[in-house]
């Protein structure tokens, strides 16, 4: 889903991390994957990297979604309002900007999967840990709000 498909009957949720290359990009496009739900997803990093992982784009066409977003900076949503901002990481918490407006902000750290040091088969796997954490806490910390 881009920006310019903003359906403001949804709920609005933006996941943030620091790279916006695995975890906020996994989180988007695990919502964004139910059409007829009641939030729409949107995903930015406090210095992102500039690409998306391309395990995080494996482990989500696995499980049949296929991955589009972008890399984005936080300062792309200034002027955004959400129902609900999500941290993944510890460092975007820390670094969550204060003009970022949210009805709500919560916390939901996940492993960065990009970080893990290992062969290729391992790595794999440490992405698709965090993409089934992700299918499992995410659902459950909509449905509070």
Not at 22 to 35: L, M, Y
Not at 90 to 108: F, I, K, Y
Not at 110 to 127: H, I, S, T, V, Y
Not at 133 to 144: E, N, Q, S, V, Y
Request: charged residues 25%; aromatic residues 8%; proline residues 5%.
């Amino acid at each position: 889903m881009t920006d310019e498909n903003l359906n403001f009957a949804k709920k609005t949720v933006l996941f943030l991390c620091t790279g916006n290359s695995c975890r906020s990009q996994i989180a988007e496009a695990i919502v964004n994957e139910k059409p007829g739900e009641i939030w729409q997803a949107f995903s930015a990093g406090t210095k992102p990297t500039g690409y998306v992982h391309p395990l995080a784009t494996q482990v989500l066409q696995e499980i049949g979604i296929n991955q589009s977003g972008k890399s984005k900076n936080i300062s792309r949503y200034i002027n955004q309002d959400f129902d609900l901002v999500v941290t993944v990481c510890d460092s975007a918490q820390e670094d969550c900007p204060l003009w970022l407006r949210a009805n709500t902000q919560v916390h939901l750290a996940f492993e960065d999967p990009a970080a893990f040091d290992g062969d290729e088969p391992a790595r794999l796997d440490k992405f698709r840990q965090v993409r089934d954490d992700m299918t499992t806490k995410i659902p459950g910390l909509l449905a509070r709000y």
